[in-house]
């Protein structure tokens, strides 16, 4: 089964559970795959200002990381504002948006960085439309070998 393939399966299951309640509207798609592209441009940026205003302003807001656990848009802001900021491209594999309803969205993805050999990174991200946009309301990022290369 290809990942379209499951994702066409998920919303039909999910519409059976919440009926009228749609997943994966197109629209709402592009809407989540467009702000996610900002967000990927401002982190290998080091946008400061666009991440911090991509992030839901509430101290609910939670970002698991690599070595750290954050909780509260303070906390998370103030990681960003003293993490290095050479070094952050990254390579994005398998991409997954999947929408529920029209304001909750989930973006999984894989990444690789040159300066990680034989990683592979995966962050998961819940975004919410708010009355200011889409905004991260939970975060996870972690590292594991890269399956690609186990044998």
């Known amino acids: 089964m290809t990942s379209k393939q499951a994702a066409k399966q998920a919303a039909r299951q999910f519409e059976k559970l919440l009926p009228g309640l749609s997943a994966d509207d197109p629209d709402v798609v592009a809407e989540v795959e467009a702000v996610f592209a900002r ?74 960085r040159d300066d990680a050999p034989g990683q592979c990174g995966r962050q998961m991200q819940t975004w919410l439309r708010t009355e200011a946009g889409w905004r991260i309301v939970a975060a996870h990022v972690s590292l594991i070998a890269d399956p690609r290369q186990a044998g």
């Open 39 to 112: 967000y990927e441009t401002a982190l290998i940026e080091n946008d400061l200002a666009t991440l911090g205003e991509l992030f839901w302003e509430d101290e609910r807001t939670i970002r698991f990381g690599i070595q750290e656990n954050l909780y509260g848009a303070e906390a998370i802001a103030a990681f960003r504002a003293t993490r290095p900021s050479i070094g952050l491209n990254r390579r994005l594999a398998q991409t997954a948006i999947t929408t529920f309803g029209r304001d909750v969205a989930t973006v999984s993805t894989l990444f690789y």
